[in-house]
């Protein structure tokens, strides 16, 4: 079966009344969907903005909770109502980058402290040092930019950075939410192909949502088209995109 499965996926939000006693009123943010994500295939997930693609995904990591439906992972329950442990498990399986990498990214922090904190948070044994290093290189940095801070970097850097942070454990599906919304022509081309490179070397499953059709025609084989809270249209992307 598929990896990622949601089945009649709702999430409704309730708006604070604006009068005192005044009724409440709900906004339906995701409404029923249905999706499947096969091993080692792309999907892109289109759709205007508050079409509901960000409530999806997280829905779909374990990140909140669905008014109604489920979620499986490789054929477990993994809603985020789910015990501890199969969330714990679900972490595991998946990485996430979002759009703003200087959000993401704890100025704090060295970059290899930012980078290894999942093999920590994972409890992932074995030489965790040079995993970063390794993964570092992967995400075509430098090794020895562990022992720096994100305020050096430019945000493409950070971008590779927040990537590097999302594939340090070997996860089995990426998922990008705008991965590459806030970054310049350049170096949004730049990062599309690295993880096109990543994907085909390590064969991840990717769910990537975005706003631009380029880069979903680019990385995806499938598209979800999301609009007022429900998957439109779905379908392999030369289909779904090429229409007339
Ligand atoms: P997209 O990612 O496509 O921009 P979202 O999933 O962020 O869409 O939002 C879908 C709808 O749900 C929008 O109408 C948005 O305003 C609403 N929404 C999202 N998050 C919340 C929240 N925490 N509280 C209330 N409404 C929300
Ligand atoms: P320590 O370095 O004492 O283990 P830190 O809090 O500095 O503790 O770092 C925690 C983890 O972050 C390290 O075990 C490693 O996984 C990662 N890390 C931190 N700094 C580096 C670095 N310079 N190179 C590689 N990994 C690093």
Redesign the pocket.
């Known amino acids: 079966g598929p990896l990622l499965t949601g089945r009649g996926l709702t999430r409704r939000y309730t708006n604070p009344g604006r009068a005192p006693f005044a009724p409440k009123t709900f906004t339906t943010a995701l409404d029923d969907a249905d999706i499947d994500v096969r091993e080692g295939t792309a999907v892109g997930v289109i759709g205007e903005s508050g079409s509901g693609k960000s409530t999806l995904v997280r829905l779909l990591l374990g990140l909140d909770s669905p008014t109604a439906g489920t979620v499986t992972f490789d054929g477990k329950d993994v809603d985020a109502a789910a015990s501890a442990r199969s969330l714990h498990w679900l972490r595991r399986q998946t990485g996430i980058v979002f759009q703003d990498p200087y959000a993401s990214l704890d100025p704090r922090m060295?970059i290899?402290?930012i980078v290894?904190e999942p093999?920590?948070a994972l409890g992932i044994d074995g030489d965790?040092?040079a995993r970063?290093?390794e993964v570092l290189e992967d995400v075509g940095l430098e090794a020895d930019m562990?022992?720096r801070y994100p305020h050096e970097f430019s945000g493409g850097q950070r971008q590779r950075i927040a990537l590097a942070r999302a594939l340090v454990h070997r996860p089995r599906l990426l998922v990008g939410d705008e991965p590459l919304s806030a970054l310049d022509v350049t170096v949004r081309a730049q990062i599309l192909e690295l993880i096109s490179d990543l994907r085909a070397r390590d064969g991840l499953t990717l769910l990537m949502v975005s706003h631009d059709i380029g880069v979903v025609q680019n990385l995806c084989d499938e598209v979800i088209v999301m609009k007022d809270g429900r998957i439109v249209e779905e379908g392999p992307t030369e289909k779904v995109l090429l229409q007339p």
Do not use: I, K, P
Request: aromatic letters at 8%; zero cysteines; charged letters at 40%.
């Open positions: 060295s290899g402290r290894g093999l920590w965790r040092r970063v290093r562990a022992e």
